[in-house]
Every structure is written in C-alpha cells, then in structure tokens.
C-alpha cells in the first residue's frame, strides 16, 4: 500500500530514536539520487476505526469499495458540536465520489454518498436549503439552529456538475497565513468539503523535499537554509520567482513544517479529497550546473526586483535523477497522490535554448515515473500555458486552473488550448485585500454556457483568490456553481443568502444584501476581477488613486450601495445580531464604507492644499485622521481582522528571540514592503498585500499619512516645497519593529458600526 502522509520530529535525538527504523532510514539518508522509497503501510489510528472491510488506499482521492465515516465524522462534530448526532452519514459508494442523497425527519438526518467529503457536501446543503443555516469562511449562524433539526420534505439527491472542484491559489499559504497551526489548516479543510470542494493544494512544508534531495546534488544544509525564504514568501520560491528572502530557514522550522503539510495531506485523504501537491519541474539553486557533471541551467532573470532561481533544463540527465530524488524524499513525508500542481515559467521564465515541449514532456515523464497517471495541474495565467508547453505533453492527463475565467471578456478557451481540460477560476482577492466584492454575475453569466457548449473542455471549478477567508458570499455561490443543476438567478441566491447567514429571513438583512448584490457583487468584466483597494492604506500622495500597484484605480460599482447596506444591517432584528456571521459583516461593511469615503476625502484635501487654505486643509486631514482612528477600532472588534494574530503566529515559531524577529520581519514585511528596495520601489511589490487590520492602520498607514499631510502643512506654513519622505526607509523601519498589537478583538461591533454609519454621509437612495 502506499503510505500516507508521514510525521517528522524536530530535531531532536530522542524524538528521533523513537520513530521506526526504515522511516528513520528514509528521513535521515534518504535515497540515492534516481532512487524510489519502498512503500509501507500507514500506522494505525486509535482514533478511527475502519468498517469492516473497509479498503482506503492513500493515493488522491480514495475510491474503496467502502470507506470509513468516521473523519467526516469527526469534522462534523467540529462544525457542529450541538446537533452532529442529529446526523446519520452512511457511506455509499455505489453513488460515486460527487452525489449525495438528503433525507430524514425531525431531528434524524441521513446522508449518504460515495466519500466523506461528499457526505459533508450534503450536510452543508442540507443546511442552506433545509435548516436555513451558514457556516461561512468566515461567520457563522449556527447558534440560531433550533434545538431539533427540521425534517427533509422529500429525499434530495444532488450531483456535482463537474469532477473537478480545486481550492487555493499557491499565494494562498503566504497571504492567508503562513504560520497557521494545523487546526487554523483543518478548519479549512472542514470548511472546503462541506462546500462541494474535492481537490485542495497543499503548499505548507514543500521546503522540505529541495532541503533533503539537493543535498545529495552538491549543496550544503546551510547553504539550503539560506537559500530557502521564510514561510511568508515560500509561495513565490516554489513558483520560482525568488530565493533567500525571509529566510534562513531553520532545519526545525522545516521539519515542523513538513509534518504539518503531512498532517494536513493526511487530512484530505481521510475525507476522500485529494492532495494536490507541488511537483518538481526544475528550480535549482545558483552553480548547480557547476556542481553536477552533464547538467544545463537557465538563468531565469528578474522578477519584480528579485534574482529568480535557476531552471534546470528538464531535457537533460540529471533533471530525472534529481526529479526522482525530489518524489522520494516528498513522498517519505506526505505519501502520494494523483494530482500535482506546476507552472513553468511562471509571469516571464526565460526559455533560453531549451525546447520548451521536450522539457514539459521530460517533466510530465518525471512526474509519471514517480506517480504512474498523475494529472498534472497548470496555471492558466498571463500567456501560460503556452502552445509549446502542451504540444509537449499528455494533455488528457493535464487540468488547466484558469485564473482569468472572470476577468477578461471574449474567452474563448477551447480554441485558446486546443480543447485541453480546464477548470472555470477565479482571483477575486489579490494580495489578501480585505475589499468587498467580485464579478458574481460574470460566473453566472458564464459556468452554464460554456459548460452546454457542443466542444466544451469545461471540466471543473478552480476556487483561486489569492488570499482566502474574506468575502463569504463569494465563497458560497461559486462554490454552489458546481452543484446547482440549473441556472443560478442571482438576486434569488442572494435573498437565500441574508436569510440563512444570520438564522432567518429578515427585511433589513434582505435589503442589505440586496444593495452589496447590485454593487461589489456585480462588479463586471474586461480588465479586473477584484474591486478597489482603499486610499487609506495608500502610499500617501494627493493624487494617489489606489494602494497596491497593480489594482483597481476607481471605484468600480457605486460607493452609495455599501452605505446603504451598513444602514439596513445596523437595522437587523437584535435577536439575529448575536452570530458571528452578523458581527462579521456588519464590521466588514462598516470598514468598507469608510474605505469608500476615503476616495471621497482624499480630492477635497488635494483641492484644500492646492488652493493653499490651510484652515480647511487642517479640517480635512483631521477628519481623514479621524477617520483612520474609527477604521482602526471597527477593525478591532473583529477576531478576522487583528494585525495581532497575524504576528504572535509568525513569534510562535521561532526557538529563540532572533529567530521570533526573523519570522516576525518575514510576516511583517509581506503586508509592507514585501522584498527589499529593488522589490518594493522597482517592482511595485510595497502595499500589494495590503489590508485593513487594526494594528496594521494604527501602526503604519495612520503614522504614514500622519507624516505626509505634517509635511504639507509645514509647507503651506512656510510657502515651500514639502520636504520629501523616503517612504521605503519608512516602511522598512516599521517591518523591522517587534511591537506586540491584540490578538484578541476588543469593543461593541454594533457600536463601533454606527459610530462609522453617524460619521459618514448618508447615501442617497439612487
């Protein structure tokens, strides 16, 4: 059997002793450069107990003649804890992995289907369409669940309309948090299956196979370490676009980090889900050619200001041997499965001489030597994947993850890869912004009529922010996308939506919704697929017009319906203003008014200081500070947007104070200057990740605009120039301080909410 997703110790003698001798074998010599670990079985688990007969093969997604219930079971009981024995999951595999059948009276609920993740899948349609119920990402309404369970009218059985339903961006570990713990990671996992999701990338501890297989190809543990960034910027090294930053890298933070991406992968498994993990299609560190005799290399030239690692020529020898070395040492960590995710020449890779359809076939060849059919999962992104790159390869054993599905007009995806399997993405989320909105109406627009068409390839979703865990409602309706039979009205889902996300249907909660519908929620395509950023968390300037480079530089639906919509939610019935779900988006919609309002201000202090009044210059930037102040207190009475969390996660895992500073920079220097100067100035890379987190705006974005407008008011005082800041010195400075911020959320939601609805004009009713 192959193994499954295996346990590293830290470096500890002890630890180390303890584990069996031919995973300790495997873990500390690992094989010969070319070699194949032997498999082994998995060790047992006190805590699940197999049904009889039961056969669970860890490769992908199991697909068993039977299989055990008790991992959905168990996730059941943590989305759940008051009603989960109200339920009875009862696995079916005649059904196959993507149905589900609902049925049951009051207070007895059965579902059935062919994996756990599908059993979940059913419960989390049971909840929206019966109970009227939302365990969102993030807020939830369960609390208002009565104590019974309402009974199914009539059985239900749903089927998913695509077999691949994918998750998570491979930003996704550095934006969402790359110092989560395992339990941050599961509730993920939870929250994933119960939506239909099948097929999810695990990038935490990818580190590990590169630091334990190119130490048999030349390279030094130390020189690994250094070379290796910190978990903050992994996500850009492993899309080889940079190496070092962040770093280095301890061998304990890397064994850590190993046995939580085999936790993790272990996880999905149990579910029925598959791991998608990294392959390896050629990164190297510098001098590798110099180092391995027959060895060719491609320098892979600047990206956003960074060195980007080497690319080993995937035709040449060595690349197969090194390919295999990788495929052990990983597969000695987090077992195997059927889907792995690379994207060569990710935004501007040189090609230099290489035959780039040789090399994606020596790719593809390496991948199946190690993993005999594996599907391997590719980027759809800028001009990737190239006509090249598929002419080289097995296309029926290749997904295309399209990330441009929503945001460019006129797609034509069939012609554009010749008919090979894509899944319908979308990036509604960039950098981890904490704005409100997405092209809803494009993927209605969309999913059904390029999924009905005669030559159609659409074979999937691909749920592709580049940060999880912001915008719920964006979660639930794409995710719905491969579930619902038949075309989705999108003013109907979102009346369903306000119903079930606070426990009950209520006019205000209706209404609410109804204005952020129309809004951020259909903001349309051909240039963009996320809405505007906010100035406050701009660079200063009187002209600036966004905050990340590479965002929107307008409001890109009507500023009045967030307005609108605060007013409706602080109007919601008291008794549904408990959940966590209301208190989430109240303070996010309050956040997102004022973020509104700052593109409001920003052009009355420009005119004020042009016009050089500074009696009216010195009341706009007052109240822009205000502002800042209200932003910075709503953001904190919410446990989702606390800089402090962030933080005292990235303090965490370091062993002593150096290492807690190191870790610490890494996670800080990501929201602010995100690399170096050549990064941060030349690559336009400061403020990408961006968001409005209380700690984040007191500390940086309220001191920072506190400067600016200082500087301007000493030049209408004096009739001169105003001195010029170093902006970049000024963020560096602040991505190198240790101060401790609240990982706790203080204050009265509601009261913080209408203190920001009574300091903001009231929208007109257009």
């Known amino acids: 059997m192959p193994r499954s997703g295996r346990r590293l110790p830290a470096a500890r003698p002890a630890a180390l002793a303890a584990l069996p001798a031919a995973l300790l074998a495997v873990i500390c010599a690992g094989p010969a450069p070319g070699a194949t670990a032997p ?47 109200q339920f009875t999951l009862v696995p079916d595999p005649a059904a196959g992995a993507d149905t589900f059948t609902v049925s049951g009276t ?34 939830d309404s369960i609390g208002m669940l009565p104590a019974r369970l309402p009974a199914v009218p009539a059985p239900v059985t749903r089927s998913a309309q695509v077999p691949h ?17 395992f339990e941050e990671h599961q509730r993920q996992i939870d929250l994933l299956a ?13 580190e590990y196979p ?58 999905l498994r149990g579910l029925g889900m598959t791991p998608v993990l990294p392959g390896y299609f050629g990164t190297v560190p510098a001098g590798f050619a110099a180092r391995n005799a027959g060895a060719a290399t491609v320098a892979q030239g600047d990206w956003a200001g960074f060195d980007r690692p080497d690319w080993l020529d995937p035709a040449s020898p060595v690349f197969a041997r090194l390919a295999a070395a990788y495929y052990a040492e990983q597969r000695a960590v987090f077992g195997d499965s059927t889907m792995y995710r690379m994207s060569p020449l990710h935004e501007g890779g040189r090609t230099g001489t290489v035959d780039v359809g040789a090399a994606a076939g020596a790719i593809q060849a390496a991948l199946h030597a190690a993993h005999p059919g594996a599907l391997w999962a590719v980027l759809g992104w800028q001009d990737d994947p190239t006509p090249e790159l598929l002419a080289g390869v097995d296309t029926s054993k290749l997904l295309i993850l399209d990330g441009l599905s929503d945001r460019y007009n006129r797609l034509d995806r069939e012609t554009r890869w010749g008919g090979v399997p894509y899944a319908m993405g979308t990036i509604y989320n960039f950098g981890g912004h904490t704005t409100i909105g997405a092209n809803t109406s494009v993927w209605l627009e969309r999913f059904g009529p390029w999924r009905a068409k005669s030559n159609s390839a659409l074979a999937g979703i691909a749920y592709l922010p580049e940060a999880t865990g912001t915008n719920p409602a964006a979660f639930d309706l794409f995710t719905d996308l491969a579930w619902d039979a038949g075309p989705i009205d999108q003013r109907t889902w979102f009346a369903g939506f306000a119903a079930r996300r606070y426990g009950r249907p209520d006019a205000e909660a209706a209404a609410a919704w109804e204005e952020l519908r129309k809004g951020p929620y259909s903001t349309s395509s051909g240039l963009w697929s996320e809405s505007q950023d906010s100035l406050f968390s701009a660079r200063p300037s009187l002209s600036a017009a966004g905050a990340a ?34 208190r989430f988006d109240l303070v996010d919609t309050a956040r997102q008014a004022l973020a509104n309002h700052s593109r409001v201000l920003l052009p009355k202090i420009k005119a004020a200081y042009e016009a050089e009044d500074l009696a009216r210059f010195r009341a706009l930037t007052a109240e822009w500070q205000d502002g800042m102040r209200l932003l910075d207190q709503v953001t904190g009475s919410d446990p989702n947007l606390l800089l402090g969390t962030w933080l005292s996660r990235a303090r965490s895992h370091g062993a002593d104070r150096a290492e807690q500073d190191r870790y610490e920079y890494d ?42 407008f200082g500087a301007l008011d000493e030049a209408l005082v004096a009739g001169a120039a105003p001195r010029e800041i170093d902006w970049h010195a000024f963020e560096e400075e602040w991505a190198r301080r240790t101060t401790r911020h609240p990982d706790r959320p203080s204050g009265d939601p509601y009261r913080l909410a209408a203190a920001v609805a009574a300091a903001l004009p009231a929208a007109a009713t257009g």
């Open 39 to 85: 498999g082994a079985g998995s060790p047992a688990r006190a805590d699940v107990r197999p049904l009889e007969g039961a056969a669970h093969a860890h490769t992908g997604a199991p697909r068993a003649a039977t299989f055990d219930t008790a991992p959905a079971r168990a996730a059941l009981e943590r989305l759940l804890p008051r009603h989960a024995r």
């Open 106 to 139: 009051a207070g007895a609920v059965t579902v059935r289907a062919g994996t756990g993740a599908t059993l979940l899948t059913g419960v989390g349609w049971y909840l929206q369409h019966v109970a009227g119920a939302d365990i969102g990402w993030p807020g």
């Open 165 to 181: 339903r994918y998750a998570l961006n491979d930003t996704d570990d550095g934006y969402s948090g790359p110092y989560r713990t």
């Open 194 to 206: 119960l939506h239909g999701i099948n097929e999810v990338f695990v990038q935490v501890g990818a």
């Open 210 to 267: 590169y630091y334990r297989a190119l130490q048999r190809f030349g390279y030094s543990a130390e020189e690994l370490r250094a070379w290796i960034p910190g978990p903050g910027h992994q996500s850009w090294w492993l899309l080889q676009n940079l190496s070092g930053f962040g770093g280095p890298v301890t061998e304990r933070l890397m064994r850590e980090r190993a046995e939580l991406g085999g936790r993790i992968a272990e996880q």
């Open 549 to 582: 480079h590479w965002s929107p530089k307008s409001m890109r639906y009507p500023a009045g319906s967030v307005r609108r919509a605060l007013d409706h939610l602080l109007r919601v019935d008291p008794a549904l203003r408990g959940s966590s779900a209301y």
């Open 667 to 708: 996670a800080r220097s990501l929201l602010s200057v995100w690399g170096r100067r050549s990064t941060s100035e030349g690559g336009f890379l400061h403020d990408y990740a961006n968001r409005e987190w209380s700690g984040l705006v007191s500390e940086l974005y309220a001191r920072r605009w506190a400067a600016y």
